[in-house]
């Protein structure tokens, strides 16, 4: 699809394009529906977030929440998004040793625990390596700190799916 024919989309075929780079969030893309017309996938990026920054804050934590952990019971089930898969697997995450997993568990609960919500990266801006050492380094942030890091972090994974559909 290019972005003039998602210029000329009604509501429902639009969100039905591109309702999935934020993760089980449509409703970004059906509000971002209204600012139309888009002079380019950035552009179309940029509405997006703008959609998320406007949200109230329990709008923003779901977005987050709606994240899977990673390598985590979803994944492990099979139940990820298509996007979500590709992701963790460019970043070897489908292929963690036992031990990598149980370190990788271990931080997921933690971090979950103290911040009520999932870790969120940009999987395909990252090696294993970098996402335990980051998971870490997250963990002591405060809670506002968090939610900002991840909001970033969701906004560079929706802009790489975006670009991956959305002809220039």
Not at 35 to 58: C, G, I, N, T, Y
Not at 123 to 140: F, G
């Amino acid at each position: 699809m290019t972005v003039s024919e998602l210029n000329r989309a009604g509501r429902a075929d639009f969100t039905n394009a591109v309702g999935f780079a934020f993760e089980n969030s449509p409703w970004i893309a059906e509000l971002a529906w209204e600012k139309r017309p888009f002079a380019s996938v950035d552009d179309l990026h940029a509405a997006m977030v703008a959609v998320v920054e406007q949200a109230p804050q329990e709008k923003r934590i779901a977005l987050i929440a709606a994240h899977p952990d990673l390598a985590g019971r979803v994944a492990r089930e099979g139940r990820l998004t298509p996007a979500s898969r590709s992701e963790q697997s460019s970043a070897g995450l489908d292929r963690l040793s036992k031990e990598e997993l149980a370190r990788l568990d271990r931080l997921n609960e933690s971090y979950r625990a103290r911040f009520s919500f999932p870790f969120v990266i940009c999987a395909r801006e990252n090696t294993k390596d970098s996402i335990l050492a980051e998971l870490e380094r997250r963990e002591q942030n405060d809670r506002t700190t968090e939610i900002a890091a991840a909001l970033n972090e969701i906004a560079k994974i929706a802009h790489l799916r975006l670009a991956d559909v959305i002809e220039a």
